[in-house]
């Protein structure tokens, strides 16, 4: 729960606060996707979409983002149009989290900085589109996501359709098996790969049902292991592009990169913009499909613990 020191800073949107106070089940989302994700205005009507998603499933949601220094747990329509329409906004993970609350910045929040504030006001599932990890060419680069150590120290249940195919998936799941971070395949055996269904990876563990999900969830904090789960849920087959197909489009993307030298917090907005140019608009059809399914069971998940 938030330490009383944070409660200046927070602003809790009054449905969830409801929710929260009456035990009723809340799904936390990211704004990266929002900020930095997608443009405008397919990012604002995929974040409302969403949204109406997990309240159709019966789960209350919670947009998070930090907006004028205030952390914002839930966001008004308005705040969340506004959001989708700001330029400029900063990316945010647990490094600069504080920063731009001091600063009365306004940013995105990535999947390490949700569950961060997420876990302050209780709430335990959050769904999004893919994790990050580490990128390819990391043992040069040093570039790892500051996603796997949030995954393992804090008991957020992520939903995700895996890691983003744009990262070394097999150094991933090194990375989070190394951390302690159980890394569920929801119905299936093998990863994911974000717009794919499958990667040449198997899944370290498989759940099929919600209920199951909550129960190990639940197990783990009794047992005092800490640290949350990621849950690997397919997009959809008829949303899917084939990995052969996309590893092409990814290829081209990382060498236009490597050609701009862009890196750092830079590198995953730019290749999903160069790889939504050379797929003719269809990775995005793909992402805001994927995020979707990830609301619809996550929502399942919220209801269940």
Avoid at 120 to 131: E, H, L, R, S, Y
Avoid at 136 to 163: C, M, N
Avoid at 245 to 251: K, R, S, T
Wanted: contains cysteine; glycine residues 12%.
């Amino acid at each position: 729960m938030t330490p009383e020191t944070a409660r200046p800073f927070v602003d809790i949107h009054a449905p969830v606060a409801q929710a929260l106070a009456a035990g009723r089940p809340v799904v936390a989302l990211e704004s990266t996707i929002i900020t930095h994700g997608m443009p405008y205005p397919d990012n604002g009507a995929m974040a409302a979409n969403v949204e109406k998603i997990i309240a159709d499933g019966g789960a209350v949601p919670a947009t998070i983002a930090v907006i004028g220094g205030r952390i914002k747990i839930g966001l008004s329509d308005g705040e969340r149009e506004s959001l989708a329409m700001t330029g400029g906004a900063m990316k945010l993970s647990r490094a600069d989290f504080g920063f731009a609350v001091a600063q009365g910045r306004t940013g995105g929040t990535t999947v390490a900085a949700t569950m961060i504030a997420a876990d302050m006001v209780g709430i335990k599932v959050f769904a999004t589109g893919g994790i990050g990890g580490v990128h390819k060419g990391a043992e040069k680069s040093f570039d790892i996501s500051a996603d796997l150590d949030e995954l393992a120290r804090t008991p957020v249940i992520v939903v995700s359709a895996g890691a983003k195919a744009i990262l070394d998936i097999e150094k991933t799941l090194e990375v989070l098996e190394t951390r302690g971070v159980p890394v569920i395949g929801h119905g299936c055996e093998t990863m994911p790969a974000f717009w794919s269904r499958q990667s040449p990876f198997r899944a370290p563990l498989t759940l099929h049902k919600p209920d199951d999900i909550a129960h190990f969830y639940q197990t783990r904090l009794a047992l005092g292991l800490g640290g949350g789960l990621l849950i690997a849920n397919p997009v959809p087959e008829n949303h899917e592009i084939p990995a052969e197909e996309m590893a092409g489009y990814i290829e081209a993307a990382q060498k236009a990169a490597e050609d701009l030298n862009v890196t750092g917090k830079a590198v995953t907005p730019f290749l999903l913009g160069k790889i939504l140019e050379l797929t003719g608009g269809r990775s995005l059809k793909t992402n805001i499909a994927l995020v979707e399914n990830n609301a619809r069971l996550a929502a399942e998940i919220a209801k269940a613990l």
